[in-house]
């Protein structure tokens, strides 16, 4: 009979996750990267009241506000801070703002469809500061602050009338906003092993656009876009 000594437990190996530098910061360095995609914004507050008096526009017939798509596009550093953690400066040029549309107030006058859209024009210069926390390999969750700085201010008047364009003027309204606008951002998004990755977030503004306090207008965007990491 052989000994008790003789006889050995079986080991087993632990399964672990994937720790690629595209899915987890854990063993991974500084990574460097691109991104871009579809921003859709809109203002919040007085904002009809706002772009429509900027823009010299105040029509006493109803006004009904829509969001404004655009695009937004830049670049990212990830600096990994321990296992599944990490902090994601950046920089991205972003359209924001919103669409305005008026029915003139002349009821004998409805059969002409005549109408006057309003678009506030903005674009800026975004500076996210984000955290970002794996939750699985690949999936994560972001938050943090971000600056925006006004690069273009423009609201657009455009009038129609059975269906055809009469009259289009862009008025330059960016010596009247804030020069930098605050906001909070967070999102969620999940990147593959190869480098390639979707996002998913929403930037909510804190500061009021108006320099000079007449009015408070706040830039909401949501936005989807890709991004690669190398």
């Keep these: 009979m052989g000994s008790s000594s003789s006889r050995r437990t079986p080991s087993y190996s632990k399964p672990a996750y994937s720790t690629s530098n595209s899915t987890?910061?854990?063993?991974?360095?500084?990574?460097?990267?691109?991104?871009?995609?579809?921003?859709?914004?809109?203002?919040?507050?007085?904002?009809v009241k706002s772009f429509t008096t900027l823009a010299g526009y105040a029509p006493d017939g109803s006004i009904s506000k829509s969001m404004r798509?655009?695009?937004?596009?830049?670049?990212y550093a990830t600096l990994p801070l321990g296992p599944?953690?990490?902090?994601e400066p950046g920089v991205n040029y972003s359209e924001k703002g919103a669409v305005l549309t008026g029915n003139l107030p002349f009821p004998a006058l409805d059969f002409l469809n005549?109408?006057?859209?309003?678009?506030?024009?903005?674009?800026?210069?975004?500076?996210?500061?984000?955290?970002?926390?794996?939750v699985t390999p690949g999936f994560y969750l972001y938050a943090g602050p971000q600056a925006s700085f006004l690069v273009n201010g423009k609201a657009r008047v455009d009038a129609s009338v059975l269906g055809f364009s009469a009259y289009k003027q862009d008025f330059d309204v960016s010596n009247q906003l804030r020069k930098v606008d605050f906001a909070a951002v967070a999102g969620l998004g999940y990147q593959f092993d190869n480098g390639f990755g979707l996002s998913a977030g929403y930037d909510y503004g804190l500061t009021s656009l108006d320099a000079d306090n007449r009015f408070q207008a706040y830039n909401r965007v949501a936005k989807v876009g890709l991004n690669y990491s190398f």
């Design 24 to 47: 987890s910061t854990t063993n991974s360095g500084v990574r460097f990267g691109f991104r871009g995609g579809l921003n859709v914004a809109d203002l919040q507050g007085d904002a």
């Design 69 to 75: 798509p655009g695009f937004y596009a830049g670049i």
């Design 84 to 87: 599944g953690f990490a902090i």
């Design 114 to 134: 005549a109408k006057v859209t309003g678009t506030a024009r903005l674009a800026y210069v975004d500076v996210p500061v984000l955290a970002k926390v794996y």
